[in-house]
């Protein structure tokens, strides 16, 4: 079996339970392989305050990979090894299709996710996510105060759905569409994404990709499990994530991603 010197995990449905908590044993588990020299990457869609309390927990000092692989930096020094929005004429064309048709979405900033108009369904994501959301009171989000890094639209009709997808690949080739569940989509830039993220800080430490693991549950996690020498997608993942991976693991609420390391690691 090749030797694993890195692993890039994603948060949500992955090392993250239902209750959006760490198992206390995957915890140490994580910090005594980080003694042995195994580097540990959180890689998430979320801000990057939004994915720091897990990162801290996990005592680990590697690059983090936020903002669906759009944005990686060292929370230590503030170094940032990769930096990409997306471009404003992309931006602009998805967010007025969207609200054209009064789809709920969400886009993500650096410091903050804007929403148009703030429900206490935003608002307990934004607890749940250690996320801080700003309203636009009604306005347009064309025109938020920072740059759009990634977009979430969810509860969108099939029909509806299909539409987007095909008007966004066909205005905005520059654009990532993947789907967010099952009525959702999220975007980012296409040069953007965890698995350009990856391979940032794969660079970074002079790592091949045969050393490098990544698991992941979700449509945004295809590329990086696809690029990793190891790719796992866990049992409660999407069937593209689990289409890709060399194997399909346990669960997020049954110790699935420590019960792998163990296997692959001991």
Known sequence: ????????????????????????????YIKQISKLGIRVVVASSRMPVGALPAYELLGITTPLIALGGSYVFIPGNGKVLYNHP???????????LLEEY???????????FYIRNMDERTRLFSQAHHSPGRSMEGKSLVFIPESAYNLFALDIADELL????????EHCPQLQVFAEGKSGLGLVDRQAGKENALL???????????????????CNDVGMIKIAG??????????????VANVVIGDHDHLGVEKALKQYLE
């Open 162 to 169: 299909s539409f987007y997808h095909a008007a966004i690949r």
């Open 86 to 96: 997306m471009s404003l004429p992309d931006y602009h064309y998805a967010v007025r």
């Open 200 to 218: 940032a800080i794969k660079e970074y430490y002079g790592l091949a990709w045969k050393n490098i693991m990544a698991i992941g549950n979700e």
């Open 102 to 112: 009064q789809t709920y979405f969400k886009v993500y900033g650096r410091e903050y």
């Open 230 to 243: 190891i790719g796992l997608a866990m049992a409660n993942g999407c069937e593209e994530v689990k289409e």
């Open 1 to 28: 079996m090749q030797e694993i010197k890195l692993i890039a995990l994603d948060l949500d449905g992955t090392l993250l339970d239902s209750n959006k908590q760490i198992p206390e044993s995957t915890v140490q």
